[in-house]
């Protein structure tokens, strides 16, 4: 539950931008050879030859000067045809692209769900907290994001209530009900309420309160997890 509930939350722009720059370093020339192609052109086949006026008299008439030819305006259908079945390819390329990337993920996911969704409360907390660790340096609101994820998912599956889905004031009084210390149940409420903020404010968090809020959530775990004992019956 709580690596469906990360995997939600957070997008892989690194595989859609490699994407994207594939399709555009391909289409470029494509682009490139439809607007010099794609301009007025004037054909030679519509040059006029002169015609020869004579008067009554006899004598050529000079006075009158050759029509100009008509500018043709428009767009070679040709080069428009060209170009829509190279824009189909692409967009194959890119559809398949998608659906090999997407699958991918699809596989990958389901095979560490089905790894983590064997394990106690306890041991898959402590594995998804140490990967939070690297955020506490790079990315604070994504941080915040995960750790409540991981946070809220260990108290849904060690005290089987729907934390996932409730709101930081809706979980608040459901964990007064449980058999949790006052102090722990105090300081979930402050790392619960720090962050909040930092996820739907924007609001910079400090590095120092990201590792204090790293280390409760490690003691919380530490102190609430079942016994051997309690497991087996």
Known sequence: MIKEFMIKSHVNFRKIMWVVAVIAVISSPCVAVWCE??????????QLEPESNTSGSGRQMTD???IKPNLAIGYNPDIL??????????????????????YRN?????????????LPADEEAFQLLNRVKPLIESDGRMFYFQLSAIFRGYIGKRFHVDALEMTTEELMPCMLRLDIDGS?????????????PVKFA??????GRMRTHLEFAET???????????RES
């Not at 924007?202 to 590095?207: D, V």
């Not at 919380?220 to 309690?230: G, P």
């Open 37 to 46: 192609t794609a301009l007025p052109t004037t054909p030679d086949s519509l």
């Open 202 to 207: 924007g609001k910079i968090p400090e590095t």
């Open 81 to 102: 045809f060209y170009a829509l079945i190279a824009g189909g390819i692409l967009l194959t390329v890119a559809l398949i692209t998608a659906v090999v990337l997407i």
């Open 220 to 230: 919380f775990v530490r102190k609430t997890r079942e016994t051997a004992v309690s």
């Open 106 to 118: 699809k596989r990958k996911n389901s095979k560490a769900q089905d790894i983590t969704a064997c």
């Open 64 to 66: 009158i000067m050759d």
């Open 184 to 196: 722990l149940q105090q300081g979930a409420r402050e790392l619960l309420m720090a962050g909040d």
